[in-house]
């Protein structure tokens, strides 16, 4: 079976959710937990970075950033810029697309793979077609309500599900490339972040909400971020917080 595995890296990542301790790749820990448990998959990257791929075994798409959909220049309310948020999130799905593999999984570069488990991904997606984590917040509502100041406008009242229907989260996304289902999905997806640039689990649930399309949502262990630890099982940890790393490892990467 072959396997695909989409990085979109864009932007500054010291202007990331991140923060490490120590320097490490920008592909990292994510490239290790791959090497170690899908070792013979291919690996994609796109980047507005050509240099990305010099220290990996990866092929690089190289994205000018002049010609990507989003304002170089856009802020949410807190005043953080967005460009690179929007365009990881983006490329992410245009690699699953684009994918002519049998199964394609994207990937945020901050995930540790603690559990063998992990490579039951693969099945899973192929059978389900589209996978993804839960977002931690649940609700739709909650985590992309416009008051936040997190890069979300979500009114109530602007669809009749009042907001209360599940939110997803990028932290990985499974496609299998052939499942119409879930390419209707991804490309609303891809629409509203062209006409809308806002956050990408929110519009992932408007893209659900549109369509009548949902991914098949995985248990918490394949997404552990501030809201789970502790949960048991763990499978893929979203170590880009700290409190994650601070819980389950020796000391901060």
Known sequence: M?????FAEFGDRSKANQKWANPIGRLHPTYEGIKTYFPDANIICYSDDKSIGEDYDIEVR???PEKTPFDRNYRE???KLKWGYHCCDYYQVQGLLDSKA?????MDSDLMFVSEDVKTLVPIIEKFGICCPQNERQMMKVDGIYTRGNDGDYHIGEDESGGNILTYDLWWLGLKPTDERGRIWLK?????METNPKRGPLQLSRAAWNTGVYPYPMPKQFGVGSGHIGCGEEIILHVGHENVQD??????I
Do not use: K, T
């Open 102 to 106: 049998d199964v394609a999984i994207s």
């Open 77 to 79: 309310g807190s005043g």
């Open 62 to 64: 190289y994205i000018n």
């Open 188 to 192: 609303e997806f891809q629409r509203l």
């Open 247 to 252: 819980h389950y490892l020796e000391r901060r």
């Open 2 to 6: 072959s396997l695909d595995i989409i």
